[in-house]
């Protein structure tokens, strides 16, 4: 099988009419969010179980364990050393990035350095933290059974050679006007796929 390549940006093929009615629904829904934030003196106080709950349902694509009141337990400062415990860091590490995220966007738009920055808060400390964190993966991985072969795999990521380029055209995209923000294409490496929601997020902190 060989690495996936890209659609090239921008996509001609979108069915505009149906996107836009989803959009229009999506914009009435934040609308009507960001009225209630307006009516609540401390947006913060809703805001963080929102955020936790993102995190923990974020960190499940990494195959993490670990439930919101874990997490609680854990700021709570009630967490024990287990099984979960490492699983309730990286849950933590996404939820310290998403933070990050939030107050970059109000000075600056995404980029793939600060990408990266956030890869590497999301390693820091857990599984995988000795694997070049806030880096681009540098060899060709795939995806299938255990210990099948590239031909025998159900999917393989882009060239690594080519990725850096693949995801410079996606920010170039997104600096456009015109664009149709959709971070959904499967490009990185195991563990940067939370990059990839989180980058999801970020669009639509940056008004995507």
């Not at 490492?86 to 939030?102: F, P």
């Not at 923000?181 to 999801?200: E, F, G, V």
């Amino acid at each position: 099988m060989k690495p996936y390549v890209p659609d090239q940006l921008p996509i001609t093929e979108l069915d505009y009419q149906r996107l836009f009615a989803l959009v229009a629904d999506a914009s009435a829904e934040l609308a009507r969010y960001d009225g209630l934030l307006l009516g609540i003196p401390s947006p913060a106080v809703m805001l963080s179980p929102l955020t936790t709950r993102e995190a923990v349902l974020s960190s499940k694509i990494e195959g993490t364990q670990a439930t919101v009141d874990d997490v609680l337990e854990y700021d709570a400062g009630l967490a024990k050393e287990g099984e979960n415990y490492k699983d309730i860091q990286e849950i933590a590490n996404y939820r310290s990035a998403l933070y990050q995220a939030r107050d970059y966007l109000q000075d600056y738009p995404i980029r793939l350095g600060f990408i990266l920055q956030l890869h590497k808060i999301l390693m820091s400390s857990v599984r995988g933290e000795n694997k070049e964190p806030g880096e681009f993966r540098r060899t060709q991985n795939w995806i299938g059974t255990a210990g099948c072969s590239i031909e025998q795999a159900s999917f393989v990521p882009p060239d690594p050679l080519r990725l850096p380029d693949y995801l410079q055209a996606l920010i170039g995209y997104m600096d456009r006007e015109d664009s149709m923000c959709c971070c959904k294409q499967p490009w990185y490496t195991p563990n940067l796929n939370c990059c990839i929601r989180l980058t999801t997020v970020m669009a639509v902190l940056a008004g995507f």
